[in-house]
């Protein structure tokens, strides 16, 4: 998974319900940063766990289901920057249900 790649949480997270959309924001090397549609953000490892069952925080928690072009481009700069752009509705592409 990289910026761009959109995902619904397999489990509840962040106070969001299993099915929410997310996106990610900032790739950084071992993980990814995703923005979900309440505004809560977290990082999500991509490195393997447990070897036996295969899993990553990664792929634990989200469901890879689409990517945005549009977000790929974000650059991120802090998460100070990524809340106001949440709030002028820079992840609506990736985030608004269709």
């Known amino acids: 998974m990289t910026t761009g790649t959109i995902v619904k949480l397999k489990t ?3 106070g969001n319900e299993p099915g929410t ?3 990610g924001f900032n790739d950084y090397g071992d ?3 995703f923005i979900f549609e309440n505004g809560e ?3 999500f490892s991509s490195k393997i766990e447990n070897i036996l069952r ?3 925080e990664q792929t634990s928690f989200l469901e890879e289901i ?3 072009y549009i977000i790929s481009e974000y ?3 802090n998460v100070m920057q990524v809340s106001l752009d949440f709030k ?3 992840f609506n592409s990736a985030l608004v249900k269709k």
Do not use: E
Request: aromatic fraction near 16%; include cysteine; charged fraction near 15%.
């Open 88 to 90: 002028k509705g820079l």
């Open 31 to 33: 993980g990814v940063q």
């Open 54 to 56: 295969n899993y990553s």
């Open 41 to 43: 953000y977290d990082g």
């Open 66 to 68: 689409g990517f945005d």
């Open 12 to 14: 509840q997270c962040l």
């Open 75 to 77: 650059q991120f700069k």
């Open 21 to 23: 959309l997310g996106v």
